[in-house]
Antibody, heavy 123, light 110 residues
Framework: QVQLEQSGAEVKKPGASVKISCKAS????????MYWLRQAPGQGPEWMGI????????TYAQKFQDRVTVTRDTSTTTVYMELSSLTSEDTAVYYC????????????????WGQGTQVTVSS | QSALTQPASVSGSPGQSITISCTGT?????????VSWYQQHPGKAPKVIIY???NRPSGVSNRFSGSKSGNTASLTISGLQAEDEADYYC??????????FGGGTELTVL
């Protein structure tokens, strides 16, 4: 089955950057896009970006365009998300997710999710 | 402020049915058949329960159903059970090549 294992919680100061990893297993890594989302306390999820592991092309939400970088390492089947210039408003749980791997769909949904990585931004 | 509008809370008694609405625009819900719904229990990652407006992943109870009319999508849960108590989020693909979510609806089973 699909497994997405994320790196551990982070505490950062305002202005710093954070880099979170998401190791994928249980499927062909380069065959499916990987999404990044975040969820601030008491709010709904927010889509941040997407990477095609086959080639590495990315698309980012306009809100994060200038601050987010998503990369991948095909040798370790790991995707990374780096967010820079952190402020307190970036305090959230960050998730990686994939579209459905084992059933047919449009692909425009988030099926398998990582366990989440808590990022806290505080001075 | 979320892009899609959901009621903050709904409630129902065991066995009853409830419907959660999700209102967007012609640039998201109204323009695509890519509406999905997620259930989230405290401290857990969201779980997809409806995709492509009205389809259920394998293993999701048929008590959950989805529909869409114009710019509004709906999630109906029939035969409410205590385990259905959770937060529910709608999501739609949008014309800006991105995804937008609702602010979430807290379901209380009385």
């Amino acid at each position: 089955q699909v497994q997405l294992e994320q790196s551990g919680a982070e505490v950062k100061k305002p202005g710093a950057s954070v880099k979170i990893s998401c190791k994928a297993s249980g499927y062909t890594f380069t065959a499916y896009y990987m999404y990044w989302l975040r969820q601030a306390p008491g709010q709904g999820p927010e889509w941040m970006g997407i990477i095609n592991p086959d080639g590495g092309s990315t698309t980012y939400a306009q809100k994060f365009q200038d601050r987010v970088t998503v990369t991948r390492d095909t040798s370790t089947t790991t995707v990374y998300m780096e967010l820079s210039s952190l402020t307190s408003e970036d305090t959230a749980v960050y998730y990686c997710a994939t579209p459905p791997i084992y059933y047919d769909s449009s692909g425009y949904l988030f099926d398998s999710w990582g366990q989440g990585t808590q990022v806290t931004v505080s001075s | 402020q979320s892009a899609l509008t959901q009621p903050a809370s709904v409630s129902g008694s065991p066995g009853q049915s409830i419907t959660i609405s999700c209102t967007g625009t012609s640039s998201d819900i109204g323009g695509y058949k890519y509406v999905s719904w997620y259930q989230q229990h405290p401290g857990k990652a969201p779980k997809v329960i409806i995709y492509d407006v009205s389809n259920r992943p394998s293993g999701v109870s048929n008590r959950f159903s989805g529909s869409k009319s114009g710019n509004t999508a709906s999630l109906t849960i029939s035969g409410l059970q205590a385990e259905d108590e959770a937060d529910y989020y709608c999501c739609s693909y949008s014309s800006s090549s991105s995804w937008v979510f609702g602010g979430g609806t807290e379901l209380t089973v009385l």
